[in-house]
Nanobody, 127 residues
Framework: QWQFVESGGGLVQPGGSLRLSCKIS????????IGWFRQAPGKRREGLSC????????NYADSVKGRFTISRDAADDTVYLQMSNLKPEDTADYYC????????????????????WGQGTPVTVSS
């Protein structure tokens, strides 16, 4: 049985930093992409970053490239999203997700067609 536990969200001032964590149980990460998504009220879910579980290669949306970094701690079955230089428009609920991959791939997708989703953690950027 799979389970994602997201943590690390909260209130931060503009220009500040947060690190989100997603601890994953029940999945062998070598066979999945892991993605971070966000959704603000009235807006569509937006893909931010993803990582290929087998080799750690990452992909980023243009809106966060240079500010956000995704990483994997394979020994702890945890994926992180380090967020820096946060802006008010980053305010949203943040979700981690996994997509099953049965053949090798060179890139992971930021489209929200993932198979398993966490419950989300809220991030508010405000002074």
């Amino acid at each position: 049985q799979w389970q994602f536990v997201e943590s690390g969200g909260g209130l931060v001032q503009p220009g500040g930093s947060l690190r989100l964590s997603c601890k994953i149980s029940g999945l062998i990460l070598d066979y999945y992409w892991i993605g971070w998504f966000r959704q603000a009220p009235g807006k569509r879910r937006e893909g931010l970053s993803c990582i290929i579980g087998s080799n750690g290669d990452a992909n980023y949306a243009d809106s966060v490239k240079g500010r956000f970094t995704i990483s994997r701690d394979a020994a702890d079955d945890t994926v992180y999203l380090q967020m820096s230089n946060l802006k008010p428009e980053d305010t949203a609920d943040y979700y981690c997700a996994a997509k099953s991959i049965r053949v090798p791939t060179s890139v992971c997708s930021l489209e929200p067609y993932y198979d398993y989703w966490g419950q989300g953690t809220p991030v508010t950027v405000s002074s």
